[in-house]
């Protein structure tokens, strides 16, 4: 069995110990929401009698996942200065860059704040869709059919605690902002997180929006010169690429002759995400609606989608009804890319 890497940043426990680590984290955000919500949920729970191994692939998939576990504590350089009104990555990222609203801005006054409210606007939403990964996991431990996805979805479940705890921190200590989940993530996770269902929280969470996250991590990591962020970024979307593996494991030969009235339910799903998906990135919340128009996150929206369809396409769900949806959101160009897993 292999090990796992050696720990980029791993200190020893601070000698005022757990306690005073965990009341460390009390503290919220200095703006941001408060509060909790209830949704009530129904699933199926699926008891498995015979823990022998039935699935040799996601059984391995644990065991990697096991050895690649970090703990974002000790692993993360967390005394890194970070400003959040710097250009920690390329103002042409700003959704109205170049639009006659930017040309109105007085950048000296107005550009250092818009940063950091584009920066809490996206982190904000990560941090969000980590929770639902989370709720929706354990859900999967509940329902997996059998013992092999049980076991990787608890350890998943402990990546999207990883997930959670490190933008948390992230946007409270760093940038001291945190912004409402977007109306489109929370309609998509409120959809993943009701449907009974053991395949669609699969599909909804491990295929789509993991699948968009991981785009969305990729280019994230790769336009920031912020050296924490980059960090948070990277372990992330290692964990990531194991999760969306999962789901195309877990589901694979699923549609295969399945029922026409129940594949049009699952087509529906795939398109009614993926819309979901690319309006979750529109800022509406952080900007005007000049971010409709702009061309570079016109094309960062589309460049989501490149884990998503060739996977689609990988379970079978790339049918002709399907094919018609995402050509009208313009990323069917994408069905040739390699696919993940």
Not at 33 to 52: C, F, I, K
Not at 103 to 130: T, V, Y
Request: proline share 7%; hydrophobic share 40%.
């Amino acid at each position: 069995m292999t090990t796992a890497a050696p720990r980029a940043y791993g200190a020893p426990p601070p000698k005022e110990g757990y306690t005073a680590l965990a009341e460390r984290m009390t503290h919220p955000a200095k703006e941001g929401p408060r509060g909790t919500d209830t949704l009530p949920v129904s699933q199926e729970l699926t008891y498995t009698w015979d823990y022998a191994s039935k699935r040799v692939d996601l059984r391995a998939l644990y065991e990697k996942s096991k050895d690649l576990m970090w703990n974002a504590r000790v692993d993360l350089p967390w005394d890194t200065n970070v400003d959040p009104e710097a250009e920690n990555t390329p103002d042409e990222t700003i959704p109205i860059y170049g639009t006659p609203v930017w040309n109105k801005l007085d950048l000296k006054r107005d550009l250092p704040r818009l940063r950091r409210h584009m920066a809490a606007w996206m982190i904000s939403n990560f941090l969000h869709g980590e929770q639902g990964a989370l709720l929706a996991t354990a859900q999967i431990v509940s329902s997996a059919p059998t013992p092999d996805a049980k076991l990787y979805a608890a350890a998943q479940v402990y990546d999207e605690a990883r997930h959670v705890e490190s933008y948390d921190r992230y946007l409270r200590d760093k940038i001291e902002l945190v912004y409402p989940p977007s109306p489109h993530l929370r309609k998509l996770l409120d959809l993943i997180l009701t449907d009974p269902r053991w395949d669609f929280k699969f599909l909804g969470m491990q295929i789509m929006l993991e699948g968009v996250a991981l785009g969305a991590f990729g280019l994230i990591h790769t336009v920031s010169n912020e050296p924490l962020i980059r960090a948070i970024t990277e372990q992330i979307m290692a964990d990531e690429a194991r999760h969306v593996a999962f789901g195309v494991v877990s589901l694979k030969d699923t549609y295969a002759g399945m029922d026409p009235k129940e594949l049009r339910e699952r087509e529906d799903f795939v398109l009614e995400s993926s819309q979901l998906l690319r309006d979750r990135f529109l800022g509406e919340e952080v900007c005007t609606e000049a971010v409709a128009a702009s061309a570079p996150m016109a094309l960062f929206r589309k460049l989501l989608f490149t884990k998503i369809v060739p996977n689609v396409k990988r379970l079978g769900l790339l049918t002709p009804y399907v094919r018609v949806g995402f050509e009208r959101l313009g990323v069917i160009e994408y069905e040739h890319m390699e696919p993940s897993a």
